[in-house]
């Protein structure tokens, strides 16, 4: 028996998003009994992308042939969708190893997936995002914007850094090789919206998902700032590390589709594309390709769409005019027009040693020009504080034409402060430093982690960075003054 196609939409949509692509995928050969369309509610206050992920888990149970624990599926999941499977595969909390819901699914498309948010998300909990976006329907949920389920798809949201190291991040990869695993592929549009709608455009994205915050392929930087930089020996710490690309991790990059928005992949799907998800949704099978012979050919489909990614677009991508456009300009760099590496995120949280967030905090990186260290400005966009945690913060930066070579000299400047005379944060720079506001910030050297040949510059990826701090009681050297002993 053919496997059941299970489609899942984004936030405020609805089944009927999927009309269209539906009729594709039909016209392409796959059988209409096959596909299963998700319509769930995302507009209700209280609802959390979890409490979505579990509803799906309800339907499957419901459904005739998805409630057998064993039966194979595929699934094609628009925006916010990702989210929802990826939470559904996670939410038993097992390793990979004994997770049968991994085994069920055999090949995963996400189309525009908000792998790593939106940057319209935080937008959306304001009145003007509940008239734009909010439940219409009369009755208790009426004009609920689904704050919780923002709140997840916000940029740098604690519930996408948790969600990664459960699956793209833990010592047995969730997506691998193996036929165990499922096999996964992504396609994003390289064109954000037009018209009206363009005034929500943000650089570097479809108009809603970031082009480096929808691929699958991250690693992880630990700045540990707890440490001393020599050990008793003597000897260097290794302070900064970064991890490795698991070699039997799947390769799960952007596939750009020429022409598209984020809308507009699902609404007109372009007719090569939908061929492509045909095709890989046999990878494995025995009359299928191999999963590395079809993201070759896949690559090759999406090179025309991502040469136009690589080209920095200035302030015009944000549809403004006149003093604003001038004003983003002084941000986004003058070379208007010329070609990039790419895009990237870095989602950064600080923690100090117990584990609790660090609200108050600086990050800046720095290179070497002459004899002096400057901020980095030629790759500087964006920075966004997440707004129920700020500890957690996204950086989108936009990666210079050469940077991956792992030549340029880098160091990362780190500023923190509790807000109260009577604690500080204390870091291992080159000695031991109080932070507070008024102190100078801890300067660590990144050598070790950006080198030829590893970079830690990666263009259409998300990066996380922990940075981990001691927060200790005032003064450092003596009986604190927030307890004494007569």
Request: proline share 6%; glycine share 10%.
């Amino acid at each position: 028996m053919t496997r059941p196609l299970v489609l899942i939409h984004g936030y405020s949509a609805t089944d009927k998003a999927f009309g269209p692509l539906r009729d594709a995928l039909i016209a392409k050969g796959i059988a209409p009994t096959t596909i299963n369309i998700c319509n769930y509610v995302s507009l209700n206050n209280e609802i959390t992308i979890k409490d979505i992920a579990e509803g799906l888990d309800r339907a499957f149970r419901s459904h005739p042939i998805l409630k057998e624990d064993n039966q194979s599926f595929d699934a094609i999941v628009h925006s916010t969708g990702m989210l929802v499977l990826r939470s559904w595969l996670t939410n038993m909390g097992i390793p990979p190893e004994n997770n049968q819901r991994l085994r069920r699914l055999k090949h995963l498309v996400g189309l525009a997936p908000a792998t790593w948010g939106s940057p319209q998300a935080h937008k959306g909990r304001t009145w003007l995002g509940a008239l734009v976006k909010g439940n219409r329907q009369l009755g208790p949920d009426f004009l609920n914007a689904g704050d919780r389920v923002l709140e997840g798809l916000e940029l740098g949201s604690a519930f996408t850094w948790d969600l990664a190291h459960a699956d793209l991040l833990g010592p047995a990869p969730y997506y691998d090789k193996s036929p165990d695993t499922p096999w996964v592929a992504v396609f994003i549009g390289n064109t954000p919206y037009a018209g009206l709608s363009s005034v929500a455009n943000d650089p570097g994205t479809d108009g809603t998902v970031r082009w480096s915050g929808a691929g699958l392929n991250t690693r992880k930087i630990v700045i540990d700032l707890t440490r001393k930089p020599l050990d008793p020996a003597g000897k260097k710490t290794n302070r900064v590390t970064i991890s490795n690309w698991a070699d039997n991790r799947l390769d799960i990059p952007i596939i750009a589709v020429d022409g598209r928005n984020h809308g507009s992949l699902i609404s007109e799907p372009d007719s090569d594309m939908v061929g492509y998800i045909c095709d890989f949704l046999k990878v494995g099978d025995e009359e299928g390709k191999a999963f590395d012979e079809w993201l070759a050919g896949a690559r090759q489909y999406g090179a025309r769409g991502k040469k136009k990614m690589l080209v920095n677009p200035g302030a015009g991508a944000a549809g403004i005019m006149g003093d604003a456009k001038s004003f983003v300009d002084h941000f986004v760099g003058r070379d208007i027009g010329t070609e990039m590496e790419g895009w990237q995120q870095f989602v950064v949280h600080a923690r100090d040693e117990r584990g609790d967030g660090v609200s108050d905090y600086m990050i800046e990186v720095l290179t070497e020009k002459g004899n002096s260290w400057t901020k980095f400005e030629e790759m500087y966009v964006d920075v966004h504080a997440y707004g129920p945690d700020p500890s957690f913060r996204c950086f989108h930066i936009r990666l210079p034409k050469g940077i991956m070579a792992g030549q340029v000299p880098l160091k990362v400047r780190i500023h923190a402060s509790t807000g109260t005379e009577l604690m500080a944060y204390q870091g291992y720079g080159d000695t031991e430093q109080q932070l507070t506001a008024t102190s100078q910030p801890v300067e660590v050297d990144l050598a070790g982690i950006n080198k030829p040949r590893s970079s830690l510059f990666y263009p259409f990826t998300t990066t996380l960075i922990e940075i981990i701090l001691n927060r200790e009681p005032l003064p450092f050297d003596d009986m604190s003054r927030i307890l004494q002993i007569e």
